[in-house]
């Protein structure tokens, strides 16, 4: 087995988009061609790796526990007074990131094919496609914090050209808003990276150091260390250790989105193209869930416990708030994008609960989640892209005149909403359940607020028939009249050809959900043990 | 607890849920080939043997129990098993024997539709997890099959799709399942977080957590163990819940009317004898778990759904809404007999209710089918389910009516039906329990005897307009209407129902249930004395109260002397079913909506408002700098050049190369200094 899988895994679409750069811009169709070889050779390879991956992979805070690791001294500064500078290319998975991985590598695939009929300037924009396809997998790798920052912020500038390019009508605000909303997140999480370097110190070396893993013991940090937890720092008479935790919190939430710092998500959803609307549910909400856990838990277990219960209402209120905005939608593609509020938010009560069953639950969803969206908003797409409209109320009857998209639709709807048999199912019940079991296990959670999250449960059901009701059924109506109902033509293979493994996949999780936990849980007990052990 | 490995029964109650899945899976890839039911029909004949074998190897011995791990999630271990105990093989036997018979008259009722194919499809799924729910051995998989079966009549009621009012009825019918469902989920949440675990035999099972304590004052909830008894009661609250829905009790009865926009024979087997009552067995199969609070609560609400849905049944026109309140009436009986502790004879009641009522709806099929036919044949228009329109059917289909006549005798409970001992039983404890009860309690038994006998007015109305009254449609009246008893496909089905539903099946003794196999297998203990008296009472003054109904019901219908007013209060507010529709319409539908809409409003204006507040303060604050910059610091930089440039164009002035002017500028220079000089000396 080659010990450097992962890089390969990581930079492999930085040598597809030189290779790109190269191909003379005439030759439209070949940048799609380069772009699809390369996402399946990743997600061939991430599937690989998924199966090697070993149970037993903890990971969390031990080296040792991490799979397919590569660690090499990246930069080395001699800074005199201050010590010296030690940032390392490290990268490993645990079974926090292999399901995410492979997530990634799964939804590139799809986003590819959903890109099948990009015209303009393909070049660009394969190119910065596999861009930013390098930087999400360097996300959910990267060990070292200064390298999570850099591929965290590599990941930005792609997206804003991919939606202010190609994007809808208003597409320059929605580019803008999403970065500077982003850009607030991690301004700030600098800060606190370059706090905690100057509070952590490899215990090898002595020196100030970037490694994640030092991060998470007590052991190496500097006693009177700013972040030090025996040194009781505050500033803006806040502990300064909670204070890092909610920074680097609201950096990621921003991500996820939780109520009420969402109002990008909605925006860059319709404007954005659909590829990159998939891109944008499927995997850069889950990188807001990861950073929670891999780091704000990790590196703040105090702090995470102080502030379960706001976590929890967090939650609760993006469940039920998301849910009743989606309601009310009239455009397909907003309804959706509401719902990953309201689907995003039992993510974090699940790890607020900071039990195994939440936070399995909460891992389970966001996979669950990045596929089911990313199936969603390929399904609005499709419609799109035949009437370029996507009014709910511009549209009826579209069972009879598309049986097989009306099929699609309506697994993927049940299957977000939890019907049994899929994915989100799973997710979901656990998650409940994880938040009923706070109370008895570690008493961070109130009962009330898993009931009123399985309120949400009931709400999703409501928007989603509602529209399944208005759209599909009754007499077919479309505001386009018979130029609309000749373009309306029904699922190609193409288009089938990228439903159907979604759709299999959403109830192969569902029935044998094991494919899933093994690999999950080991990393779960263990983050768990570190949080609340403490 | 180990499980015992797979034997024989197990096997065969796998095979029984298989099968319908297989033809499901079958069905759904052959897509618009599976036309002719064939897959449905021999699966489901197939799991009817299996089901049987099941049956006759587990009554009565023994529970088995085997389970298979599924899936682990942290160091808690999730298992897919079987239990099979007597609750679990009856109903498992009761509801493929219902269903085979619905199966084979759906192929000339359904004959011709264009869309059968996804018919077969969808029995055959719901088939698949109705059989599943009732076998499983964990309350997850339970809640699986439970939602599953619910999907099921959601695509069933909306089988006909382009019709907008199937399409509102399946969507009200799952969400209000899915309030259900939600109490369900968080039942069970509860006790696994209470319990640690979800598995029914050792929760409640013969030497589970919750042991039924023998002669206690509470029949209930004797485990407080990792669960606080205030929560216990929220929990069985919210098991109930999940019946109220599933089982259509009072107030989220709502959906079960509006769900007969399916195709009848749907509405016979999923929303009159097998998915409606899911919520009675799962109420049966968790008894243990409700305390005395909650028992009398199950009791209030089961009696209050049968008194309310027989009166709204009173004036209804359309011959299934008719049905379906009075399936809504008879799950309140049942629900009712769990309130009052006698789980066994509400599995009674379901079991014979589950095939007089699916008999009950294939009649009212085979009515419909042919006033259709009438309608087409004659360009009349009219609607094919408005009793109204009928009248003297019994002339044109006997064995119909001789059919739907039994079926109706086992509902209002006269002797020598089924319907008979499993009523009886019902009420006779029911007097029993109150007499032990204190306070309001006692009314309960009145008002259930009240019902029956409101049961035997709207069902003889129904049969005096529909098979003697007279008619107002043409063909009818003058004996031209060439419709006749529907074909043996649905005949057959409709004979084997009617036998089922005679007193032999149950006991031999046609006018006293203590016999009954069925009750002394599941194992009635009252905790209560019995009043012998009751065992006579009770059946002589329903018995002598539905006679005198059908004597009344013949005069005002047949005869033509009806003699009450049709636009009193009572009477609108029984025809538009208590205005319950248009309240939740207007009432939750509107407040929620309402809710949406103003955070929709705050989401645009409030939080989108910040966000674009901020940026227009940056843009202020830029704009300021900017001014800033050019005004003060450029200011300054233009304001330096600009001394430079004023001073040197002032001294240019001054190199002018003119001799003379030097010389004078010296000798003023000079001047200047000498007097500077003397008036300092001075």
Redesign the interface.
Known sequence: MNPHLLTILIFLPLLAAAVMLTVPARRQSAYRYIALVTGLFQLVLSGGMYYLFHPKGAGISQERLYQFVDHIPWIRLDMGGLGRLEIDYFVGVDGLSMPLLFLSALVMVIAIGASWNVQKSAKGYFVLLMTLDMAVMGVFSALDFFLFYVFYELMLLPLYFLIGIWGGVRREYAAIKFFLYTLFGSVFMLLVIVGLYFSVTNPDTGAHTFNMLYMMDPANYVSGSFFSALANQELFSIPARLLGFIVLFIAFAIKVPIVPLHTWLPDAHVEAPTPISIILAGILLKVGGYGILRICFSIFPDAAVQSAWWLGLIGVVSIIYGALVALTQHDLKRMIAYSSVSHMGFVILGMASLTTEGTAGAMFQMISHGFLSAALFFLVGMLYDRVHDRGIYHFRGLATLMPRYTVFVALAFFASLGLPGFSAFIGEVFVIIGTFNAESVNGLLPRWMAIAGSVGILLSAAYFLWTLQRMFFGQPYLKGGGAWSKALTDASPRETAIMVPMLVLALVLGVYPALAFDKINASVLALVELVVGN | MTPDTPTYPILAAFATVLFPFIGFLLSALAGKKAKSGFLAIITIALSVITAGYTFAMVWGEAPIHAQWH???????AFHLGIFLDNIAVLMLLVVATVALPVHIYSVAYMKGDPGIHRYWTYLSLFCAAMLGLVIADNL?LT???W??VG?ASYLLI?FW????A???AN?RA??IN??G??GF??GF??L???FGTLDINALFGMEGLFVVPAATDAPASAAQG?LPAG?ITVAGLAFFLGAMAKSAQFPLHVWLPAAMEGPTSVSSLIHAATMVAAGVFLLARIFPLFDGTVLLIIAATGTITALVAAYFALTQFDIKKILAFSTVSQLGFMVAAIGIGMYPIALFHLVTHAFFKCLLFLCAGAIIHEMQHLSDRHQLGIDPQDIRQMGRLRRYMPVTFATMLIASLALVGFPLTSGYLSKDALLIHAFEWAAWQQGVAHIIPYVLTFVSILTSFYIFRLLAKVFFGPTVTAPLANGQAGIHDPSFWMLGPMLFLAACSFFPLFTLQPLHYAHAWLLEGIGVSTPWAPIPLLHVAVPAVTTAATLAIAALAWHWYVKGKYALKTDGLLYRFSLHQGYLDSFYDRVVVGA??G???I??WL?KHL??G??HGL?AIGRGLASIAGWIDRQVVDGLVRLVGKLAWGLGSMLRHTQAGRLQGYLSSLFLIILVILLYHFIVQA
């Open positions: 599924w899936f682990t999630i942290g160091n808690e997850l809640y699986i099959c939602e599953i999907f909306g799709f382009t019709k907008d199937a399409a509102q969507k799952f969400i899915r309030i469902d939600i989920l968080i949440a509860l696994y977080s209470g990792g929560w929620v909506l809710l949406a809409n955070l929709r989401d939080v989108d910040i966000v940026a």
